[in-house]
């Protein structure tokens, strides 16, 4: 994101404050100007009321905040702005309900386990146009803490997570995850959480982390993610989640990997240039739903499905994998998959296997489009009349289709990809296999 963008976004959304909070009494913080009312942030938080504005100005403040009351802090911008504490510890602690941050640079550092921004226990905060980076914990820290929103803002190079968030009813928007320890964004053992129209990449394990006990109904919608040291997308341990209108790509092992968890949603996705799978179904994963999404270009399987049960594979563009184009081996039972385009697959002797037998490669009337399928249709139903052959010898399409299917799954990935991506993906797996040295 530009600087520019982030200055007159934490402008605009300053003057919202000063509209919204015309009573109270604000305060200016300058480093270097003797006309200020204070010199120290904290200094400005201790004399101020609930509901008061502290205006930051360009400079560098060396200093843990403790925000113990309902206030807004307004930087001037994020090119200019710092917030620095090398210490180890949270630089920002947030100990009170509905407080506002915007337009800062915050910076940890030292050897602790602090966070950028420390929000524990308190609930319907904002932090809007700010850089989180360096922390030796993650960039932005929410335990127990419910409703609040982080929007337009950078969380790079910290130590742990982008943003970590215990709690509920949280939202990330418009914001770039990068170059972080462990995860862009985890949401951990919380319920109603969504990440939208944001962008997460080059993390050290996953673009996004969903799981844990009491995890459920969490979204992730309209995402860039792509080039994280593992997983693009990792649910583990939860239900009812929902990943929508995303870009996933290049990430080093597999683009979504769903474990344990039920009733996941995928659709409208594009999936593609992973190193084991596009997709995969794992430990125990039941009745989730993949549909009108593309899974192409992985080098191992399109989806892989290995011990789960009652998934639903359908209306999707599935195509040049350099193995199977949907693979279902050991304890997979009652799979259904129907409608579906398989093309250009390269997985032995077909472009689907299930050494099990006990899945279904149609939903009674249609099953899939095969763009190797020989045989014939002698009376134009658009219904072969031989069936496809599965690998693994105990399944087959009983009701192959002549003809490819109109899906509703998005393309190809962003044009700017198509151009790199090859030499990325080359990195990433030299990468992934020396890590595992």
Same mark, same amino acid.
């Given at each position: ?27 200016? =913080? ?25 205006? =930051? ?83 932005? %820290? ?13 969380? #790079? ?34 319920? #109603? ?87 995969? #179904? ?13 899974? %192409? ?57 299930? *050494? ?69 993906? *080359? ?11």
């Amino acid at each position: 994101m530009k600087w520019n963008i982030y200055i007159s976004g934490a402008l605009m959304f300053g003057l919202l404050v000063l509209v919204g909070l015309a009573s109270a009494d604000t305060y200016i =913080v300058d480093d270097n100007w003797a006309g200020a009312d204070y010199s120290s942030i904290q200094d400005a938080v201790d004399a101020a009321a609930d509901t008061d504005e502290i205006l =930051v100005h360009y400079g560098t403040y060396y200093e843990n905040v403790v925000i113990d009351k309902q206030l807004s802090i307004v930087g001037n911008g994020t090119a200019g702005t710092y917030v620095i504490d090398e210490t180890g510890v949270d630089v920002i602690d947030v100990n009170h309900d509905n407080c506002n941050i915007s337009g800062l640079t915050v910076q940890g550092g030292g050897t602790g386990s602090g966070s950028c921004i420390d929000i524990t226990g308190y609930n319907l905060n904002n932090i809007w146009y700010c850089v989180l980076t360096n922390a030796s914990g993650s960039g932005i %820290f929410l335990s127990n803490s419910d409703l609040t929103t982080v929007a337009y803002c950078e969380m #790079f190079e910290n130590d742990l997570d982008g943003i970590e968030v215990y709690g509920d009813q949280n939202e990330v928007m418009y914001c770039d995850m990068y170059s972080n320890g462990d995860d862009g964004i985890h949401f951990l053992t919380g319920t #109603f959480n969504i990440v939208h129209n944001s962008s997460s990449y080059y993390n050290t394990d996953d673009g996004v982390l969903i799981g844990g006990s009491g995890s459920e109904n969490n979204s992730v919608i309209d995402c860039d993610i792509y080039g994280n040291g593992q997983y693009g997308i990792f649910v583990t341990v939860s239900h009812h989640d929902r990943i929508v209108d995303n870009w996933i790509y290049q990430n080093a092992e597999t683009g979504i990997e769903i474990e344990d968890s039920n009733n996941t949603w995928i659709n409208y996705t594009s999936i593609s240039y992973h190193g084991i799978a596009g997709v995969a #179904f794992h430990a125990g994963s039941e009745f989730n739903y993949i549909h009108n999404c593309s899974i %192409f270009n992985n080098t191992g399987y399109g989806i892989d499905v290995y011990e789960a049960d009652y998934n639903s594979i359908y209306f999707n563009e599935i195509f040049n994998n350099s193995n199977y184009g949907v693979n279902m081996v050991s304890g997979c039972n009652n799979n259904l998959v129907h409608h579906n385009n398989f093309i250009n697959n390269t997985g032995s002797s077909s472009q689907g296997r299930d *050494t099990t037998g006990n899945n279904d490669w149609d939903d009674g009337e249609e099953g899939n489009y095969w763009n190797d399928y020989s045989g014939t249709d002698v009376n134009h139903d658009g219904i072969g009349d031989q069936p496809y052959n599965i690998a693994g010898g105990l399944s087959n399409d009983t009701k192959p289709l002549m003809d490819d299917v109109n899906t509703s799954a998005p393309e190809k990935v962003p044009e700017f990809a198509s151009i790199i991506l090859p030499i990325i993906g *080359t990195l990433l797996i030299i990468a992934l296999f020396w890590r595992r040295e």
